[in-house]
């Protein structure tokens, strides 16, 4: 897919912005910027003390415009990190005000460092000789040194939008909808007005046994509530929020957060080295003593943190409470501000663990927009440290896909270890209200079509039982059809639960041929909404007629993406098949998955493809009859379920694809007999502030004799999209084999080395480097260069007389690609060079490919 799931998910946000008008009647302006270095701090609250619904933000320059108040009153500037500046404003004065904040860490800096003339160092400096007492002591707090342990967990993430000023409230938008003004409620956090559209609240039990090592995480039940029902696949937004506002552990080397890895200011690793620690004062918090500590990366722009410390003044050097925050100038995208709280409790056998973790997070998007806002609070409690049975490591963690959550008050109000506030407890109300509004039913329905990529059939506020879709796909092209009209739907649970059907028709204007696709599916668990949710138990049947190209079936969307069709080469060497296929899916709950296929494939040469025998016979078709069996493994994965597919929420756990698929002569027309094995894996390794290495190796044989149609071609990309873990610049069937490896590492450095390039850094850009490879080699057995002209091999294919497919050499194939991302925040440019077999004909030298890429 051209936009991965969970940004569409942001983007459809922004798609509500931007319906919130965005007026300015102010008279009071100015510009906030940093007292040291001058530079303008965005997101920034502006507002007054006494009608704190009147009020605003800086944009990226600094600037800010406010209405003077009918009442003098006093005018407040905050941002966390920095000391609050405050103004008194008389009533119906315009006057320009430009405020300098003071920043507390370069206050901290100020005092330790001027007075010595001498730049920060680590050598002789109390706050990191205490650091490395601190860093050696956090052994202490990790519950695993426990036999066994449980505690209980709450957790609830609120979403919606933040600074919502007197200005919107009166807004002509608002006024259609007062229901919305009722939700709009005061934040101590942020200290302005927010307009909470969503929350999910989750509730479990996480046990661990030391011997033999063992963890699960129970979920007890979950509570959903807001704009996201409204969606068939709401559970999206509240999977991709908690994933990307994942838990924080300081006490971790790395902290995954908003899918990066971020240097822990207590990583036993690398934290004194990318840190600089500051000893702010010695105080009572809560009636222990503690040293308040104070810390900075080294460069800002470096995924690390700035914030406090307290830690413990009795020789444990332990952490009681902590505050970290994103620094002013960090590289994270969409974040104008963040800030994790987190309090640490000694329990009755002295260790100290995480007892309370809230963070909030304001999403800074575009420009004269209200930012948005997600508030996460997670509470742990109920710490046991008593054997647990083993049967209980052995049960199922969460509930099948379909079977009702809990969301009775009775669970909630016994489990949730907070009240909810106003406006959350108001949500359904308010979603049930908004859904009745003349209109409302009709927006919702087109962000659907647009963050989904299907239409639903049914209209706004009805039950959907067909979608029509993928909506990219409706509008394509390629060499044998020229343009392509396809329309394709797909039924839903709300259908049938256990049954789905789905197909489509398209029609080519140069070949002026139907093609089309049917598929029957029956789940044997029941489904919300659709047959790919996990874990599956299906069996499907299905029927296919179409033209494609060998490199179509490699790609990872679909081959009618009207995007892909646009191609860097004409691929005119195409085929029409006839496939029938039954398909069986089960899925294990620790995401090992067996499937199970029987196919009959006719494969039909058009183009300048054919079929010809070395003894110059033409093969009008190929006809194969194929059993499959895949097995695929992938421990820790998280996936979101759309109308279209499944996606991974996150890359950090490693993939096992093995796959073998027969071919029976003779059986239902069979021509050959074959047999094809090939393993696949992924891995994604972080590297902590120099980014993340994303590794794809794949391995395949063909053992037996086969004509060049069941050999094995490299997975080419040619399209100028950037496809993962595919080659960009080997032509169609440009390489035949019956043995290879490939090899695809990306290394994303997140702008490790832009970020320290003077002028450079302050586009935020981030490069990436990789390399590919593919050694592959053809047995004289399927060589058609070492085959009599008796074989019954088939040539190789060529174009106008001229070769297109070659045996490749002792050198492997390579190819290099360089890339900037981060471009205007949506944009990945790459460069592409391939580095050897240069004389075949067609080759390309070099390329450019891109992609819109997302990225916190």
């Known amino acids: 897919m051209l936009l991965k799931l969970y940004h569409r998910y942001i983007l459809l946000f922004l798609v509500l912005m931007c319906f919130v008008p965005h007026t300015l009647k102010a008279q009071i302006r100015g510009r906030v910027t940093d007292a040291d270095t001058g530079e303008p701090i965005p997101s920034v609250n502006v507002y007054y003390g006494k009608q704190k619904t009147v009020g605003t933000t800086t944009n990226d320059k600094g600037r800010y415009t406010l209405q003077t108040p009918d009442k003098g009153d006093t005018l407040v500037f905050s941002y966390v990190g920095y000391q609050t500046y405050k103004a008194y404003i008389k009533a119906g004065e315009k006057k320009t005000l430009n405020v300098k904040l003071q920043n507390l860490d370069k206050e901290l800096s100020e005092l330790l460092v001027k007075p010595k003339k001498r730049r920060y160092s680590r050598k002789d ?52 909808y007062p229901l919305l003004v009722k939700q709009v409620e005061f934040c101590p956090q942020t200290q302005t007005n927010i307009l909470p559209l969503t929350y999910n ?28 029902e409204l969606f068939a696949t709401g559970d999206i937004v509240n999977v991709v929020l908690q994933r990307f506002f994942a838990d924080v552990n300081i006490y971790d080397n790395s902290i995954n957060l908003l899918e990066r890895y971020f240097t822990s200011p207590l990583s036993s690793t690398n934290a004194i080295s990318f840190y600089q620690y500051y000893i702010m004062d010695t105080l009572d918090v809560e009636g222990d ?14 995924f690390g943190f700035s914030g406090r410390l307290w830690v413990l003044d009795d020789g444990t050097y332990q952490v009681k409470r902590c505050l970290v925050n994103l620094p002013l100038r960090s590289s994270v995208n969409f974040i104008s501000n963040l800030v994790i709280e987190q309090d640490f409790s000694t329990l009755p056998n002295g260790q100290r663990v995480l007892v309370k973790d809230n963070m909030i997070a304001e999403l800074g998007a575009l420009k004269k927009y209200h930012n948005m806002l997600i508030k996460r609070t997670t509470a742990y409690t109920g710490f046991d440290f008593s054997p647990i049975p083993g049967e209980r490591f052995d049960q199922r963690e969460q509930p099948r896909e379909g079977t009702p959550v809990i969301k009775d008050e009775d669970f909630w109000t016994q489990h949730r270890t907070d009240t909810l506030t106003r406006s959350e407890a108001n949500m359904s109300t308010m979603v049930r209200d908004m859904t009745r509004k003349k209109g409302f039913g009709w927006v919702i329905w087109i962000v659907r079509a647009f963050v989904e990529n299907y239409v639903e059939t049914s209209p706004p506020g009805k039950k959907n039982y067909v979608d029509f879709g993928p909506v990219n796909t409706v509008v394509s092209s390629n060499f044998i059809d020229k343009v392509r009209f396809r329309a394709s739907a797909q039924t839903t ?62 790609l990872p969307t679909d081959k009618d993406n009207v995007f892909t069709s646009l191609k860097t080469q004409t691929i ?10 039954i398909r ?95 393993l696949s894996v992924t891995k994604r390794f972080w590297l902590n502030s120099y980014g993340r290495i994303d590794i794809y190796g794949r391995a395949g044989a063909q053992w037996n004799r086969v004509p060049f149609p069941l050999l094995i071609t490299p997975a080419a990309n040619n399209s100028y999209i950037i496809q993962r873990s595919m080659f960009n610049m080997i032509n169609n069937m440009e390489f035949m084999n019956d043995r290879f490896v490939s090899l695809d590492v990306q290394w994303d450095l997140s702008g490790k080395l832009f970020n320290r390039i003077p002028l450079l850094k302050h586009l935020k850009w981030r490069e990436v480097i990789g390399f590919k490879t593919l050694y592959g080699t053809l047995t004289d057995k399927n060589n058609p260069f070492k085959q009599g002209s008796q074989s019954d091999l088939f040539e190789f294919p060529s174009r106008n007389g001229q070769p297109t497919s070659f045996v490749m050499g002792d050198t492997p194939y390579m190819e290099l690609n360089v890339g900037i991302h981060n471009i205007f925040k949506i944009l990945r440019v790459d460069y592409v060079r391939r580095l050897n077999y240069l004389n075949a004909p067609n080759a390309k030298k070099n390329g450019v490919r891109f992609v819109l890429q997302f990225d916190f």
């Not at 003593?289 to 470096?302: A, G, M, R, V």
């Not at 005119?572 to 296929?581: A, E, I, P």
């Not at 694809?657 to 021509?671: C, E, I, N, Q, R």
Request: glycine share 6%.
């Open 584 to 678: 069986y899916v089960y899925e294990f709950d620790n995401h090992f998955g067996i499937t199970a296929q029987l196919r009959h494939i006719t494969q039909n040469p058009t183009g300048t493809l054919f079929y010809r025998t070395l003894g110059g016979q033409i093969v009008p078709k190929l006809t194969q009859s194929e059993a499959t069996l895949s097995l695929r493994y992938a421990p820790g994965e998280k996936v979101v379920v759309t109308k279209q597919r499944r996606h991974p929420v996150n890359h950090n756990y490693p993939i096992y694809t093995l796959m073998h698929t027969t071919g029976f002569k003779d059986v239902l027309g069979g021509d050959y007999a074959s047999n094809y094995t090939e």
């Open 493 to 554: 649970a709300n259908l049938s639960p256990h049954l789905f059907l789905k197909g489509y028709a398209a029609y080519g204007v140069r070949d002026k041929k139907w093609k089309y696709e049917g598929e029957v599916e029956y789940s044997f668990l029941k489904k919300q909404y659709s047959p790919e949710e996990f874990p599956r138990n299906s069996i499907a049947i299905s029927t296919r007629y179409d033209v494609m190209a060998p490199s179509d079936a490699m």
């Open 572 to 581: 005119d060497q195409m085929s029409y098949f006839r496939q029938y296929n």
């Open 201 to 228: 609240e989750t509730s479990s039990e996480h046990i661990y046994r030391k011997q033999p090592e063992a963890e699960r995480n129970f979920i007890r039940g979950t509570n959903s509530e807001g704009l996201n």
């Open 125 to 176: 400096n109390p706050a990191v000789e205490l650091m490395r007492k601190v860093i050696a002591a956090k052994e202490k707090s990790d519950l695993r040194q426990n036999d066994y342990y449980r505690y209980d967990k709450y957790q609830r993430i609120t979403f919606g939008f933040n600074n919502i000023t007197q200005h919107f409230i009166d807004s002509s938008f608002l006024r259609k």
């Open 289 to 302: 003593k503690c040293i308040e500590l104070s810390f900075i990366p080294q460069n800002p722009q470096d």
